[in-house]
């Protein structure tokens, strides 16, 4: 690690600053960041749809891919790890790198760590350190900035949230306002009463739209807290603020010693200072050194002015809490006599509020007789009157009448549509059971009795029982009757689909 090539300035941050800065960082690698993760990811999130798809399980394909995300988090923290000291690695390098590198840790990212709110703080001290003894390694770099990052997970969490209703909300901005309840009904069944498939891949595809989006900040933002902490710890920031001084410096103590080592030259035998003396006066060292010439009194002053930088003396404050003691409070502060007067004043409001509540407590008792009983008859609920109550058997506690289809007709002509409609489900779903085998549970629900409708032979008798549900889940919840034609010939298909006397 080759902290003299670093690409962003190193000193110490606070917790949501260096969080700012592993944003910063995937913002600007955004080419070299979504498009290996979108190459990696969208095969996996297709083929878990698939097989969803296959085994009536497609609701179980976005819980998985969520399962995997500490898997998929190792392309941003590669693609960081790397271009934060200046090598950006290409698309190719990044998705070999994913064969191999950081394999070691997944099993524990995918088990008992992988509800874990610290995962993006801990996952590049495994992935980029490794070796053993990380626990103590993770306490040690997880310090003061764990709870940040526990609020990342959070606020990530709720960013992908608003995303996936955020979207769902655009869907009635290009809905005519005139057709808006009939969408808003056929909506709530879609996705709330009989979800078909095509609404499930939906949701699918924006959660993973949303994590596509959120997922690389995320990851970021942990690797700029940790960035930061290896800052805090390792004092990276005063071993660069030395290098530059070395580099800085250099020269010019280069020439200090050069002119350090003529002045105390070996002087002179005599013969030499003779011809000297017959000589012109030899150059002095400023002359002879010209610009290169330094004084020592201004190079003691630049080293004095480099031990003063704030780099090289770094100053924390920290704030703790301590125990408060009361009498040394008392003996250090005593009490005046405008505190006297305000813990006087204090304590009469005290024994006014109390006197208060003395007062309504008695008030309360001494009115009980009248507010009593009005208080026992809004509280208890009225009751019914026992003549009032239908002892009618339902049509769930008979047997199916011989002939279904007139037992539905005389219901509907009598003004029981809801009753007719319940008949005739009921005689749908018993004409269904009888064909295929099916086991259902009671109090099955509609749609699995339409899952279990698929192993009907025909497509005509699917489509029936089909049409029968649909219309007693639009009369039983949604209040929509139909008008008499579609009735007559919803009962008409159903009789001669399930062989019921006409």
């Known amino acids: 690690m080759r902290i003299d090539r670093i690409t962003v300035e190193l000193r110490p941050r606070s917790s949501w600053e260096a969080a700012e800065l592993g944003i910063a960082l995937?913002?600007?690698h955004?080419?070299?960041?979504?498009?290996?993760?979108?190459?990696?990811?969208?095969p996996v999130f297709v083929l878990l749809n698939a097989?969803?798809?296959?085994l009536e399980l497609l609701p179980w394909a976005a819980l998985v891919f969520w399962w995997l995300k500490p898997v998929f988090d190792r392309i941003p923290l590669f693609v960081l790890s790397r271009a934060v000291f200046g090598q950006v690695p290409t698309v190719r390098e990044t998705l070999d790198a994913q064969r191999t590198w950081g394999w070691r840790w997944m099993l524990h990212y995918l088990t008992w760590r992988r509800l874990g709110p610290y995962r993006s703080l801990y996952l590049p001290v495994d992935l980029l350190e490794g070796g053993e003894g990380k626990h103590a390694r993770r306490n040690v770099i997880g310090g003061s900035a764990r709870g940040v990052a526990a609020w990342l997970t959070i606020v990530f969490v709720h960013f992908e949230t608003a995303l996936i209703f955020g979207a769902m909300a655009l869907v009635p901005l290009f809905i005519p306002f005139e057709q808006m309840r009939e969408s808003f009904d056929a909506m709530r069944e879609s996705f709330f009463v009989a979800q078909p498939a095509w609404?499930?891949?939906?949701?699918?595809?924006?959660?993973?739209?949303a994590a596509t989006a959120m997922e690389p900040f995320y990851v970021g933002a942990g690797f700029g807290l940790y960035l930061n902490r290896r800052t805090q710890l390792e004092a990276w920031d005063v071993e660069l603020a030395f290098r530059r001084l070395r580099a800085r410096i250099g020269g010019a103590?280069?020439?200090?010693?050069?002119a350090i080592g003529v002045a105390f030259a070996p002087a002179r035998d005599a013969r030499a200072a003779e011809e000297t003396a017959q000589s012109p006066p030899a150059p002095t060292m400023r002359e002879a050194l010209g610009p290169r010439f330094v004084d020592d009194k201004a190079f003691a002053d630049s080293v004095a002015k480099v031990k003063q930088d704030p780099l090289l003396n770094p100053t924390e404050k920290r704030t703790?809490?301590?125990?408060?003691?009361?009498q040394e409070l008392k003996k250090k502060d005593p009490s005046s006599l405008a505190l006297k007067i305000a813990e006087w004043i204090g304590n009469l409001l005290e024994a006014g509020l109390w006197l208060v509540l003395g007062a309504l407590v008695v008030a309360l008792v001494v009115t009980a007789k009248r507010w009593w009983p009005w208080l026992r008859g809004v509280a208890t609920?009225?009751?019914a009157d026992p003549s009032a109550i239908s002892l009618a058997p339902t049509e769930h506690d008979t047997e199916l009448p011989a002939d279904i289809a007139a037992s539905v007709r005389r219901l509907w002509a009598e003004g029981l549509s809801r009753r007719a409609l319940?008949?005739?489900?009921?005689a749908s779903v018993e004409s269904m059971v009888a064909r295929t085998g099916a086991f259902l549970v009671p109090g099955a629900t509609e749609a699995e009795c339409l899952r279990a409708s698929r192993a009907l032979g025909a497509a005509e008798d699917r489509d029936a029982f089909a049409r029968v549900v649909r219309t007693w889940q639009y009369a039983a919840y949604a209040d929509r009757l139909p008008d008499g034609d579609a009735f007559e010939a919803l009962v008409s298909n159903a009789a001669a689909r399930f062989g019921w006397a006409a």
């Open 26 to 28: 995937v913002r600007h």
């Open 381 to 383: 609920p009225a009751r």
């Open 51 to 54: 097989i969803g798809w296959w």
């Open 320 to 326: 703790t809490w301590v125990p408060r003691d009361k």
């Open 199 to 209: 609404t499930q891949v939906a949701t699918n595809l924006l959660y993973y739209a």
């Open 422 to 426: 319940a008949l005739l489900y009921r």
């Open 253 to 258: 103590l280069m020439v200090a010693c050069l």
């Open 30 to 42: 955004p080419r070299a960041i979504w498009k290996p993760w979108l190459i990696a990811t969208l």
